[in-house]
């Protein structure tokens, strides 16, 4: 066990900088406090970064630290703190460490005993979340899919029974193929994409994957999704007013074995396996 007790850090402590999401209003006065404390940033990338910094006049000094080089620059972060040097880490929006480079020098840092201080601050995620008007009690971040059709499928697939709400990242150039995929896997569902949070042309639209698969989806600028989990019972009610050999075939569709779908049909009806198995004697076990 190692407590950590960030008030007493004096040096040699890890920072993990929120920058804002596009609107500059929501740097918040800690993020500029701690920039222009430490002895050295790495950024995602530091032409984006010295935008910023000098938007709040900060002067110091600024290295790269991105996902292709996050392992060895990890290794320098680390030689930095050895050296009792105090360190922020900030990506190109949002906060580092949420589909963004981040958790590999922290697990590093925290490895090797040092503090590692997080600064609150703007993320996607969550802005779209809170005003998305799905549940947001409990909810699932998964970030992005992955591009590749077939990827996407399987790992929606295995989200089906989910029962949260789940937010998901996604480039404007996929959200028509995702949607029609989230809407084949999940069926119709409440869905929200939230488009260019903070900025000028920021858009809620509000609707369910029904009536978004049959749009164009044209759409520009950063994007994310709230979908919301799924509705067990409302689907078993709908389950069971298909036929035994429907419902049946529905859960042999889905991915099931045959034993399985015979045991979860019984549940949803409230019935006997031997019962169900009776009726489906034509497709024995
Ligand atoms: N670390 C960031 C965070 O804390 O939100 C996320 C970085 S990730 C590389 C970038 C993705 O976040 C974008 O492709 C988009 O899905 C989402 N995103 C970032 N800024 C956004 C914005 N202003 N509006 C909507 N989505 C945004």
Redesign the pocket.
Known sequence: MKIQRSSLATDSTLYVV?TP??NLGDMTPRAVEILNMVDIIFAEDTRVTKNLLSHFNIQNKLKSYHSFNEEVVAKEIITNLNDKLNVAIV??????A???PGFFVVNLALEAGFSVVSLPG????L??LVASGIPSERFYFYG?LKHKKSQKEKELLSLVDFKDTIIF???PHRIKETIDIMYKVFKNRKVVI??????RY?EYIRSDLETLSKEELNLK????IVVSGADIASDVLKLNELTIEEHYNYYINQGMDRKDAMKQVAKDRNISKSEVYKILINDPL
């Open positions: 929120p999401i596009g990506s190109d929006a949002g906060l580092p949420i589909s963004d703007a993320n996607a995620a802005t779209a992005f990242y996604e480039s939230a488009r260019e949070l903070t900025k920021e600028g950063e994007i994310v």
